[in-house]
């Protein structure tokens, strides 16, 4: 993939979306630390296999990899032109074949993969969100139940607050482009919502709807009783802490029991498989 510097200025003629969400939607490196050091914290053993559910590009799941020589990822995906993306673009890019070997990618619905059974599963990016009933998220929680090993842990992100709620579009600048989430559409009786990111250029252009969500805004208290109901003990919330200075989320996560009422939020949902179900 060149360099920005050799495609030159940045317009929605010459820029890859897929690019453009890795740098300002994910942070790849950064979570799958938080993701090894958390599950070390939690049960006293190191991280090796790690699954990444609707992973796009998998991003996350590559950084994974380069975290440890024992490091071993799972990417799976339904969505065949992003997976061959991260194969090309990701994959393709890690150190050397031993590194690549230690990645598997699987095109297929999340729910359909059974093997090998995980220490950790990570659904981000809110993308279960795509389950629009009870019965389909219940079903995806029990399915991951039965794919971890006793003992592994599930993580779901979710967000909230009553800006979540309200039709607007945030504009966040980038190198190169600007980043817009707009929240088109919300129905409080069915929690749909429609969501779009779109891409502005310095020239004035844009990738509009670069990325479209049909979702449904879970709540807490709902993915909370999922879990437990699918056998998930010591189910917890980490809570997203605040920066002083811009009163906005700062990537920290500490257990809470007791949420603020924060116009707009950022959580994690986690339970752990008993070793032995009882």
């Known amino acids: 993939m060149p360099s920005r510097s050799r495609r030159g200025r940045l317009t929605a003629r010459n820029a890859d979306r897929h690019v453009l969400y890795q740098e300002a939607v994910q942070a790849p490196e950064s979570d799958a630390a938080f993701f090894a050091r958390y599950f070390r914290k939690c049960t006293g053993q190191p991280l090796r296999l790690f699954r990444e559910d609707f992973c796009g590009t998998a991003a996350l799941a590559c950084w994974f990899v380069k975290l440890h020589a024992q490091n071993r990822a799972l990417a799976i995906d339904q969505h065949r032109p992003t997976l061959a993306w991260g194969r090309r673009h990701n994959v393709r890019r890690l150190l050397n074949a031993e590194q690549q070997q230690r990645l598997r990618l699987v095109l297929a619905d999340v729910r359909r993969v059974h093997r090998p059974l995980a220490q950790v599963i990570a659904a981000v990016n809110?993308?279960?969100?795509?389950?629009?009933?009870?019965?389909?998220?219940?079903?995806?929680?029990?399915?991951?139940?039965?794919?971890?090993?006793?003992?592994?842990?599930?993580?779901?992100?979710?967000?909230?607050?009553?800006?979540?709620?309200?039709?607007?579009?945030?504009?966040?600048?980038?190198?190169?482009?600007?980043?817009?989430?707009?929240?088109?559409?919300?129905?409080?009786?069915?929690?749909?919502?429609?969501?779009?990111?779109?891409?502005?250029?310095?020239?004035?252009?844009?990738?509009?709807?670069?990325?479209?969500?049909?979702?449904?805004?879970?709540?807490?208290?709902?993915?909370?009783?999922?879990?437990?109901?699918?056998?998930?003990?010591?189910?917890?919330?980490?809570?997203?802490?605040?920066?002083?200075?811009?009163?906005?989320g700062n990537g920290v996560f500490r257990r809470k029991d007791r949420g603020d009422a924060d116009p707009a939020w950022i959580t994690y949902v986690v339970g752990h498989k008993p070793q032995r179900r009882s």
Request: charged share 30%; net charge neutral.
């Open 126 to 248: 809110f993308s279960y969100s795509v389950f629009h009933s009870r019965r389909e998220l219940a079903g995806y929680v029990r399915h991951c139940y039965r794919a971890l090993r006793p003992g592994g842990m599930l993580f779901l992100d979710a967000w909230g607050g009553g800006m979540v709620q309200r039709e607007c579009t945030d504009r966040r600048r980038n190198h190169g482009f600007d980043y817009l989430w707009e929240q088109r559409s919300f129905d409080p009786i069915s929690h749909r919502i429609d969501c779009r990111i779109h891409f502005q250029f310095r020239d004035g252009s844009r990738l509009r709807s670069a990325f479209a969500y049909d979702w449904r805004l879970w709540t807490l208290p709902e993915l909370r009783e999922l879990f437990a109901e699918a056998g998930f003990q010591d189910v917890h919330v980490l809570w997203e802490c605040t920066d002083e200075r811009t009163h906005t």
